[in-house]
Antibody, heavy 118, light 110 residues
């Protein structure tokens, strides 16, 4: 079965950094685009970033460009999100998702909560 | 990258049908047939319900259907059931390998 398990969330001060991880299993990780989606408390879903199968292409929502970096290690079946210069507006549950052959997200992790607060 | 517009809430009695709209622009919804819909129960991860405007993954009941006209996509739930009470989000490809979600709609089963 496909499984995506996020980790690395927690409490961080404004201006700080955090690295999220997503461990994938049950499918050929290196053949899929992967994605991070976030959801602020009580709010809707927001697409954050995409990364191509080999890591060569990466795309971001404007609000995180220059601060967040998506990456992957296909040897470890893992996806990452390095988050720098964090602000309260980045407080959210961050989901790792597999992007299907088209543009939808067919499997999701359970999410990891990031709280930015002093 | 503005969020697609959905009604805040819709409701219906068991057995009835409800339709959720998702309005964007010609740069997203109107420009591509990469429209998907997600169901999210409280405290849970989203679940894919519709992809490519109107295709249903095999495990999704055929009570769920999707369509698109111009810059507006729609999700219809026929024969509403108690377990359909959840939040629903549309999502569209917006070009340049970016995607945008809708604002979300809470479906209440009366």
């Amino acid at each position: 079965d496909v499984q995506l398990v996020e980790s690395g969330g927690g409490l961080v001060q404004p201006g700080g950094s955090l690295r999220l991880s997503c461990a994938a299993s049950g499918f050929m990780f290196n053949t899929y685009w992967m994605t991070w989606v976030r959801q602020a408390p009580g709010k809707g879903l927001e697409w954050v970033a995409n990364i191509k199968q080999d890591g060569s292409d990466k795309y971001y929502v404007d609000s995180v460009k220059g601060r967040f970096t998506i990456s992957r290690d296909n040897a470890k079946n893992s996806l990452y999100l390095q988050m720098n210069s964090l602000s309260a507006e980045d407080t959210a549950v961050y989901y790792c998702a597999r992007r299907s052959r088209n543009m939808d997200f067919d499997f999701w992790g359970q999410g990891t909560l990031v709280t930015v607060s002093s | 990258q503005s969020a697609l517009t959905q009604p805040r809430s819709v409701s219906g009695s068991p057995g009835q049908s409800v339709t959720i709209s998702c309005t964007g622009t010609s740069d997203d919804v109107g420009g591509y047939n990469f429209i998907s819909w997600y169901q999210q129960h409280p405290g849970k991860a989203p679940k894919l319900m519709i992809c490519d405007v109107s295709k249903r993954p095999s495990e999704v009941p055929d009570r769920f259907s999707g369509s698109k006209s111009g810059n507006t996509a729609s999700l219809t739930i026929s024969g509403l059931q108690a377990e359909d009470e959840a939040d629903y989000y549309c999502c569209s490809y917006a070009g340049s390998y970016t995607l945008v979600f809708g604002t979300g709609t809470k479906v209440t089963v009366l």
